[in-house]
């Protein structure tokens, strides 16, 4: 059984094992994403060891991303996220897709001019107008991700016309991209992105800037979004036929 598992392998720390016997669980969807892990001190009686060393094992396991902790609700497996590439969608509908709720907080907001950097981007002419918004997003309330995005500003009325999502508010005034480029990067986060998802600098990040157009071909949004390596999977379907 579990118990004697733990207990006969002198090999490794036990917390290092019950960790183990979590990511088996996981792995075996014995705990699915979403399901709440039993208290410390259930687990502690479970697998006889002290309640230090379950908390150290749930610790580390929250660091690591796989568990998440809700205050006053209990602690959570959190699972990868996956993320198919050939449908043009939203972190929200990608989140619900999953069975997750999408949710964000505001870094900025605000209406500009299109900085060279962007006009290269999107193929916007000097001084065009834009609007940016800085988020981070969460999925049930655990932050993945963080993302700016630089909209053409024949878009969009204004940065208030955005709520939750923003390709909702595109949708809504008929500029709803249907076109993208994606490209894909390996990042560590630096100190400030890091504070900012509840990781340790140098964690490991992925980079995805989109570049997404309208119908008409005209350029309608670049969003650079830094995922978290440890929560975020990109999945692509190839085929040959
Ligand atoms: C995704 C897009 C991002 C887009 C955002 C809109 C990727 C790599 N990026 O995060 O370009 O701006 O969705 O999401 O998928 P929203 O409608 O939930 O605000």
Same mark, same amino acid.
């Given at each position: 059984?579990? $118990?004697? #598992?733990?207990?006969?392998? &002198?090999?490794?720390?036990?917390? *290092?094992?019950?960790?183990? !016997?979590? @990511?088996?669980?996981?792995?075996?969807?014995?705990?699915?994403?979403?399901?709440?892990?039993?208290?410390?001190?259930?687990?502690?009686?479970?697998?006889? $060891?002290? #309640?230090?060393?379950?908390? &150290?094992?749930?610790?580390?396991? *929250?660091?690591?991303?796989? !568990?998440? @902790?809700?205050?006053?609700a209990g602690t959570f497996v959190v699972g990868r996220v996956e993320k198919s590439f050939s449908k043009l969608s939203s972190f929200t509908e990608d989140m619900a897709a999953r069975g997750r709720v999408a949710s964000s907080s505001w870094i900025s907001r605000a209406a500009g001019q299109v900085s060279p950097e962007e006009a290269m981007a999107l193929g916007l002419s000097p001084g065009a107008p834009v609007l940016r918004f800085a988020r981070i997003r969460?999925?049930?309330?655990?932050?993945?991700?963080?993302?700016?995005?630089?909209?053409?500003?024949?878009?969009?009325?204004?940065?208030?016309?955005?709520?939750?999502?923003?390709?909702?508010?595109?949708?809504?005034?008929?500029?709803?991209?249907?076109?993208?480029?994606?490209?894909?990067?390996?990042?560590?986060?630096?100190?400030?992105?890091?504070?900012?998802?509840?990781?340790?600098?140098?964690?490991?990040?992925?980079?995805?800037?989109?570049?997404?157009?309208?119908?008409?071909?005209?350029?309608?949004?670049?969003?650079?979004?830094?995922?978290?390596?440890?929560?975020?999977?990109?999945?692509?379907?190839?085929?040959?036929?």
């Amino acid at each position: 059984d579990q $118990v004697g #598992r733990l207990r006969a392998d &002198k090999s490794a720390p036990l917390y *290092v094992q019950l960790q183990q !016997l979590i @990511r088996d669980a996981i792995g075996e969807q014995v705990l699915d994403q979403g399901d709440a892990i039993p208290p410390e001190r259930d687990l502690a009686v479970e697998y006889d $060891v002290s #309640r230090i060393t379950v908390r &150290k094992a749930i610790s580390g396991l *929250v660091e690591e991303g796989l !568990l998440s @902790r809700r205050r006053g609700a209990g602690t959570f497996v959190v699972g990868r996220v996956e993320k198919s590439f050939s449908k043009l969608s939203s972190f929200t509908e990608d989140m619900a897709a999953r069975g997750r709720v999408a949710s964000s907080s505001w870094i900025s907001r605000a209406a500009g001019q299109v900085s060279p950097e962007e006009a290269m981007a999107l193929g916007l002419s000097p001084g065009a107008p834009v609007l940016r918004f800085a988020r981070i997003r969460y999925a049930d309330e655990v932050p993945m991700a963080l993302e700016f995005s630089t909209i053409a500003g024949y878009c969009l009325a204004s940065v208030d016309a955005v709520d939750n999502s923003l390709y909702a508010a595109l949708e809504k005034a008929g500029t709803r991209p249907v076109r993208a480029l994606q490209r894909l990067r390996a990042v560590p986060f630096t100190g400030e992105h890091a504070k900012m998802l509840g990781v340790d600098p140098g964690h490991a990040g992925l980079l995805i800037e989109r570049r997404a157009f309208l119908r008409d071909g005209r350029p309608a949004e670049v969003t650079r979004s830094y995922y978290r390596g440890d929560a975020y999977d990109f999945v692509a379907e190839l085929s040959d036929i």
